[in-house]
């Protein structure tokens, strides 16, 4: 292994280096920073997000540029936004004790008029989103006559993106005599055809195999249906009591769900997507950064550019629509030596593209099981002893409390002071995954007639159903409206046609009856009539797919409702949710307690 000056690089950016915490190159700097150095020939690297790139391609051209002269001689194209401002920033470290070399970083969203008054004092390097370098080149404000260097960083997705014209346009604007350094984590057609018209027999270096994800990585599956894949990736999160991850979703919509029911549940979640603004985005990036927020929902778009080593975990609530992108999103975890583990929650059908991206990434994935309640807690619980010895203890102020604390707890031997302490931290935990199903079990899970048959609920049925415009929601919301009481809990909701079932807690079955009596509600100008059914009742139909609704607990740092807190789509794609302990005392307005209560505050 060499270092960084046996590379060829001189000192004041072996010594920038060393100040960064650099200490050896990467295989990718390994092999780029000779090659850059020593020949003008073009160069294609399969390099993935992390394994040092930024590094590998902007080091030598450090090395050779010309600081006297003030043209821009090296132009950087990055997908995104926060792509170009990390490299522009790395690129800045970099050149700290080059004195004379400047960096402008341009892109969207962003004032132009600075970026113009930046270049005008002239940049040896610029890096850029690929529509504002249009943009500016088509103002004559960035002028690529005498550069020397393209790079077209993340080539994949800048045409995943559809910036194909855009490169095109950058390509045109730059001189037939510079090198050109593409660097793809894939080579899908398009990149290929890139390198084949504008490229002249480009050297080909990689950093590990191509395509293939960081060795660094375990890719792990776990089988879910619809039903279960909520659930399931809060156990997994669960059970990873220090987990730092990203959660990718396919779409925006998709993403804003699953943020707002890990935000609802307690996690320390929040979402990252096209539909935020420039601000909102930048927002949710620095509290992920600084960790105050542990799990990232976020587009596979959104995502690019995120400079984070530490990530714990990938997960892939659903597989991205190109399997390629597999590729990217697992390679945000196990980057700079870091150990990380992917994980896809896949269903029957998506099952299929496992085998295909493992032939992509050259690796088995491995099948998990679902956690259970018990393993779950019993990880918890080994991670809070572990915390307790490795607690630093703040003798000087503590010291002044413990007189009065240990004459307090001085009736209690240490066998149950252990019991009291680790109770006061865990009968939330307990309590939660008390009774929690086994998520493997996809049989019972597919099966709504299986789920009716707990004895604890019983089963109702009630007059009205699709027909009369009746969903989940609306059915929860008029079981909330008949007061029926506080801490009722709803289970499985069939919606059929013109009738529909749903499943209360045995202990409110007589209030249940009592209540739709008394208050003989009606649904859409039907008087509505609800009776008790057998459970085993026959006929088929849409599964409710609900579960029984949750206390409102807290403990773990997180607000807790039970596993078993649901929700559901209402079917025109909202999200209908709500606990029971959400319910309003007095529910007097037909509103207030249902669904249009939160569609109001909507
Ligand atoms: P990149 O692939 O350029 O996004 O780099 C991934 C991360 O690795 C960044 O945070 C870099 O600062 C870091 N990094 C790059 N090269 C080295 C190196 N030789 N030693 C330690 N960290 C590095």
Redesign the pocket.
Known sequence: MST?LELGLKEPISRA?TD???????V??EKAIPQIISSTDDLKAF??????????FSLPILEILDPTQSNVQAIILSPTRELAV??GN?IKDFCKYLKDVKVTTVYGGSSMEDQIRSLKRGSQIVVGTPGRTVDLINRRALKLGNVQWLVLDEADEMLNMGFKDELDKVLEATPETKQTLLFSATFPREVEAIARNYMTKPVEITSGEKNSGSDNVTHEYYAVTERTRYPALKRIADLNPDIYAIIFCRTRRETQEVADNLIRDGYSADSLHGDLSQGQRDSVMGKFRKKTIKILVATDVAARGL?V?ELTHVLNHKLPDQIENYTHRSGRTG???NKGISIVLANGKEKGKLRQIERIIKKKFIEGKVPSGKEIVQNQLINLIDKVHNIDVNETQIGEFLPTIYEKLEDLDREELIKKFVSLEFNTMLKYYENSKDLNDLSSRDNSRARSTNDNMTRFFINIGRKDNLNPGKLIGLINDQNIGDKIEIGAIDILDTFSFFEVDKNFEDKTLEAFAANQPDFDGRSVNVEITKKERSGGGRRGGRKPFGKKDGGFGRRRSSENSSRSNDGGGRRSERRSSDRPKNSGDRNAGGFGRRRRER
């Open positions: 960084f280096l960064l915490g650099y200490e050896k190159p990467t990718i700097q390099a993935q997000t992390g394994t040092g790139k930024t590094a590998a990390q490299i790395n400079d080593n980057r700079a030596g």
